[in-house]
């Protein structure tokens, strides 16, 4: 079974930047697609940014366009969300998410969140 562990989340001020990685774990896997998504209180989870297994391909809300930055490093299992000039509204509880194969099928996994607060 794949568990995923973020870090990197915290206090920030606005216009200031914080870098999120997220590492899988386990044993006889390949991770497709990782995402981050992210839930502000009362509000629902949001997709923030995807990357396809290669990398080649992003995806971004356009709440975060121009501001974040998706990517990974295959070889540690590993994705990172470089955030830069933040603004209040990104915070939020941060969760990554994975799809990923094992000896039997495809299956998806979250985090369990890491906090991102950005002051005014």
């Known amino acids: 079974q794949v568990q995923l562990v973020e870090s990197g989340g915290g206090l920030v001020q606005a216009g200031g930047s914080l870098r999120l990685s997220c590492a899988a774990s386990?044993?006889?896997?390949?991770?497709?697609?990782m995402s981050w998504y992210r839930q502000a209180p009362g509000k629902q989870r949001e997709l923030v940014a995807d990357?396809?297994?290669?990398?080649?391909?992003?995806n971004y809300a356009d709440s975060v366009k121009g501001r974040f930055s998706i990517s990974r490093e295959n070889d540690k299992n590993t994705v990172y969300l470089q955030m830069n000039s933040l603004k209040p509204e990104d915070t939020g509880f941060y969760y990554c998410?994975?799809?990923?194969?094992?000896?039997?099928?495809?299956?998806?996994?979250w985090g369990q969140g890491t906090q991102v607060t950005v002051s005014s």
């Open positions: 998410y994975a799809e990923y194969k094992d000896l039997y099928r495809l299956r998806e996994v």
């Open positions: 386990g044993r006889d896997f390949v991770i497709n697609r």
């Open positions: 990357i396809t297994s290669g990398g080649s391909s992003t």
